[in-house]
């Protein structure tokens, strides 16, 4: 059977709804509270803040889905499960050339230091 995943089986579709859905219910949940909807001081304040609310909460609704579905696209499904033994950020050939060398001359003699660290001791 395939075992390499595919990009439906990263994310799946409903996963997606569902965190763009959970992300502007709280966009507009705070926007409602944010706004005073709980505490009516003047006509008409509750209508608004229900109004900037769901304006809130569809642009955020939209944001979050089309991001997810770029950042989706920008995955190799192949590259999911194999290991990465090396920084992400390294070249694969200078992955052995930030190794740490050893130094002959003892840990002390490149660090710079206090004043006459580095000089030859005095005899």
């Not at 033994?85 to 050339?97: C, E, M, P, T």
């Not at 050893?102 to 206090?114: F, H, I, M, R, V």
Request: aromatic share 4%; charged share 20%; glycine share 10%.
């Amino acid at each position: 059977m395939n075992e390499r995943p595919t990009r439906r089986d990263l994310m799946k579709p409903v996963q997606l709804l569902g965190l763009a859905f959970g992300s502007a219910v709280f966009a507009g949940v705070v926007t409602l509270i944010s706004m005073g909807f709980f505490q009516s001081r003047f006509d008409g304040q509750s209508q608004r803040a229900l109004v900037v609310a769901g304006v809130i909460a569809g642009i955020t609704f939209i944001a979050v889905l089309v991001i997810l579905a770029l950042l989706l696209l920008a995955v190799d499904p192949a590259q999911v499960q194999k290991p990465v033994d090396r920084g992400v950020l390294v070249d694969k050939g200078d992955a052995d050339a930030t190794a740490p060398k050893a130094q002959d001359e003892g840990p002390d003699a490149t660090l710079p230091g206090p004043a006459g660290r580095n000089d030859p001791p005095r005899g």
